[in-house]
């Protein structure tokens, strides 16, 4: 069981607007930033939103980040099929002085 | 361009020992961290330990102690993984990834390409 929780999956048709939530508590998201990684089918783990809200070079502006306390949201605008992957939320945990993820959410672009 | 290069595929016995490497280029290794993750099939991911070329800070995983060592070389800029005792669940693909902490923001990026460990008798 995952310390973070996400839906276990989201789907949406091309061009739509989708969001996946994360939870967490006060040792994690509550106190320190939250990641998101985008996991393609066969490859490894990519950062797309990082300190919340910021994106790394290279990523579209359709991926947007927030967070609020201990929960934090990833919203896809303008869903494209090559969006189709699973998405992990993470954040560092104080009491484990490691990171936490999330059970991640499997997207489906319909 | 940073990239991090993993080792190769492994097959395991039980109670046997695993070492897996990453070597890192295109930038300076002593300035990030290298936090290795793995993930079993169909499942999330798990944090197993970080380590700080810099200084050599390690920590671990709770469900790891005892069994993981990560340490680097920084004469290569490379980061080894070792998992001792193991056992058919730790068959994973194993990834390591730059990490990159400071009063509470981090994330980590690049990740290597992953190194799939099967563990059968």
């Known amino acids: 069981q995952s310390v973070l929780t996400q839906p276990p999956s989201a789907s949406g048709t091309p061009g739509q607007t989708i969001t996946i939530s994360c939870s967490g508590s006060?040792?994690?998201?509550?106190?320190?930033?939250v990641n998101w990684y985008q996991q393609l089918p066969g490859t490894a783990p990519k950062l797309v939103i990082y300190?919340?809200?910021q994106w790394p070079s290279g990523v579209p502006d359709r991926f947007a980040g927030s967070k609020s306390g201990t929960s934090a949201l990833l919203a896809i605008s303008g869903l494209q099929s090559e969006d189709e992957a699973d998405y992990y939320c993470?954040?560092?945990?104080?009491?484990?002085?490691?990171?936490?993820f999330g059970g991640g959410t499997k997207l489906t672009v319909l | 361009q940073v990239h991090l290069v993993q080792s190769g595929v492994e097959v395991k016995k039980p109670g046997a020992s695993l070492k897996v490497s990453c070597k890192a280029s295109?930038?300076?290794?002593?300035?990030?961290?290298i936090i290795w993750v793995r993930q079993a099939p169909g499942q999330g991911l798990e944090w197993m330990g970080w380590i700080s070329p810099y200084n050599g800070n390690t920590n671990y995983a709770q469900r790891f102690q005892g069994r993981v060592t990560v340490t680097t070389d920084t004469s290569t800029s490379t980061s080894f993984m070792e998992l001792r005792n193991l056992r058919s669940d730790d068959t994973a693909m194993y990834y390591c990834a730059r990490m990159y902490t400071s009063q509470s923001v981090d994330w980590f990026a690049p990740w290597g390409q992953g190194t799939l460990v099967t563990v059968s008798s």
């Open positions: 300190n919340n809200h």
């Open positions: 295109g930038y300076t290794f002593v300035d990030y961290g």
């Open positions: 006060s040792s994690n998201i509550g106190s320190n930033t």
């Open positions: 993470a954040a560092w945990d104080d009491n484990l002085s490691g990171p936490v």
